[in-house]
């Protein structure tokens, strides 16, 4: 059986081609062919010998998940249909802004959490995806890009969110390990600041990714500044406890300010009192606020509240000092904004 090789720490390889009896720089040459230069055929690895290559063939499997779709809108945001090994589908999404990509990727097949405003949340959970599967995401969308520069034009700067399906907390181990390359300078070289981990609250994984990556970002999907009626739509505050997540953030230090997500949804949560009880709430942490007009799905009946109440919402927090942006999500239009990626498992 071939072993899949994203699925590898760089140390994992460095062992296997050890014992494969080539020198440990061959891991390096590897991880370079395949994370910089992003080419996985193996016959193409040209400063690694003939026999060399032959071995590494007979050990590893380097081709990586396959996208099956494609699906583009005018502003250039795709959203990217992708198919594991098993057969599972996952969905990840490319933004492509002026100065910069994001990356949208995903963390799980489905999601546990069952968020009641949330597609992903209604289809359910499936698995956790492996820590090859979340680095062929930014891998294939990364090259798909690469390949749609008009000529002559460099790659630009590329932002990573871990806002697709999933919750990435509950999938740490392989978060870790896929972070790992991905900020690496011998793996794919993107910079922790530029990586955003987004989380619906899960304490005991958010102090683990502060302390082994400190300078990755972290956003919480805050939704409710009111604890009761955050536990109605994301039942994982009932046990992760809004008030005991808040107080971690008052009480510890870090390289760089919270975001606090929020969506908006019309006659829920987007009035002026709760943006006051927002105000009251955050303040003394250091932070910026997302406020995410809330992108409908066909069978959840929850709706986008109008332009002139996100301003309102906007406005209120912004008099009360606080950095507010309004994320109306692109690509609405081909299903692929926040709480809009499912398929079927
Ligand atoms: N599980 C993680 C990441 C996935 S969701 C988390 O909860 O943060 C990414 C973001 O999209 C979250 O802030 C979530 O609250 C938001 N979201 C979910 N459904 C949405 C919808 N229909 N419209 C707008 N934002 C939505």
Redesign the pocket.
């Known amino acids: 059986m071939l072993k899949w090789i994203y699925d590898l720490s760089y140390d994992e390889l460095k062992e296997d081609v050890c014992k494969l009896k080539m020198p440990g720089y061959v891991a390096d040459q590897i991880f370079q062919w395949l994370y910089e230069k992003s080419i996985d055929d193996i016959a193409a690895w040209s400063n690694i010998s003939k026999q060399n290559r032959s071995l590494l063939s007979r050990k590893f499997n380097t081709r990586p998940d396959k996208i099956i779709a494609i699906e583009e809108n005018k502003e250039g945001t795709g959203k990217f249909l992708i198919q594991l090994i098993d057969g599972s589908r996952i969905e990840a999404v490319l933004i492509r802004e002026k100065k910069h990509l994001t990356l ?1 990727i995903s ?1 799980q097949v489905g ?1 546990a ?1 069952k ?1 009641k ?5 209604i289809m359910g959970f499936k698995r956790n995806l492996t820590c090859g599967e979340i680095l062929c995401q930014v891998l294939l969308v990364k090259r798909e890009a690469a390949a749609s520069l008009p000529q002559q034009k460099r790659m630009p700067k590329v932002n990573i ?10 999938n740490y181990e392989n978060l870790k390990k896929a972070l790992a390359i991905i900020t690496s300078g011998k793996g794919i070289g993107i910079l922790p600041r530029n990586i955003t ?5 899960i304490l005991a994984g958010i102090k683990r990714l502060e302390e082994d990556f400190t300078a990755i970002k972290v ?5 409710s500044p009111d604890a009761t009626l955050r536990e109605e739509l ?1 039942p994982v505050s009932k046990r992760e406890k809004l008030s005991e997540i808040l107080t971690y953030f008052k009480n510890t230090s870090r390289k760089h300010r919270l975001t606090f ?5 019309k006659g829920v949560n987007d009035s002026l009192k709760d943006a006051g009880k927002v105000s009251a709430l955050l303040r003394g942490i250091p932070c910026k606020i ?1 406020l ?6 066909g069978n ?1 009946d ?1 709706e ?1 509240p109008s332009a002139a109440d996100v301003e309102a919402f906007c406005e209120y927090l912004c008099a009360r000092n606080y950095t507010v942006m309004i ?1 109306w ?1 692109k690509g609405r239009d081909i299903k692929s ?5 499912a398929v079927e498992i």
Do not use: D, K
């Not at 405003?117 to 949340?121: V, Y």
């Not at 956003?219 to 939704?223: D, E, H, I």
């Not at 997500?261 to 949804?265: A, K, T």
């Open positions: 949208c963390t999601c959490l968020c405003f949330c597609a992903t949340g969110v871990f806002m697709g399906m999933g919750e990435p907390l509950l981990v987004s989380t619906a609250g956003g919480f999907s805050l939704n994301m997500e929020y969506v908006l949804i997302n995410i007009p809330y992108n409908e799905n959840i929850y986008t994320r999500s904004a926040c709480g809009q990626l």
